[in-house]
């Protein structure tokens, strides 16, 4: 048997590279986080999607966040879906009756999401959106970035936010109506038509 001197570096092997997690599966999903809307209300609209890797393959292990304001503009100040029962601690889920304005949605196994909200409605200058954070593989920090649904193409063109955006990437920030109250927008985490992700400081 040949012994090796592991002292010095030129004889100590690579060892193989490992990403942190990830581990969304565990604590964060909540039974119901896609019905963002309460169940039934006949101003739902649906947004879904992929997310992408800079293959263009989808994660089937990503986490989608999603908050915005109540069709009027106003931030739902609600108690949100991780309502607890005082007496014995269990899981509530949201009440079914008031709009919280906040989803999380683990993508499923092809890579697919999908949420049941109300359109969001204007806040100052900014065009209606709804605010997206993105937790997937390989990132050591989560990903914002906004949907912003079509429809009103003056105030899309007037947003502060997307008129900084270069012009060839602004439709990477606008969902594709598909009809029936249905949107469409995938996150490309990188690559060709990658999705815009916002910095906050």
Known sequence: M??????????????????????YGYALPFRGGEDIAPLGHPDTITVHGYVLDGEGRPLP??????????PDG???????????????GGFLGRNGVEFTGFGRIQTDADGHWYARTLRPGARGR????????????????????????????????????????DEGRR?????AEEGNGTYRFDIRLQGEGETVFLEFQ
């Open 2 to 23: 040949t012994k090796i001197d592991t002292s010095r570096p030129e004889n100590v092997l690579p060892t193989p590279s490992h990403t942190v997690g990830p581990f």
């Open 61 to 70: 292990d990503a986490l989608v966040e999603l908050w915005g304001p109540d």
């Open 74 to 88: 106003k931030l739902p100040t609600t108690d949100g879906s991780m309502r607890r029962d005082p007496a014995s």
């Open 126 to 165: 900014n065009a209606p959106y709804v605010s997206v954070c993105v937790f997937a593989r390989g990132l050591l920090v989560h990903l914002f970035t906004r949907i912003y649904l079509p429809g009103d193409e003056a105030a899309l063109a007037a947003d502060p936010l997307l008129s900084r955006v």
């Open 171 to 175: 439709d990477t920030l606008i969902a």
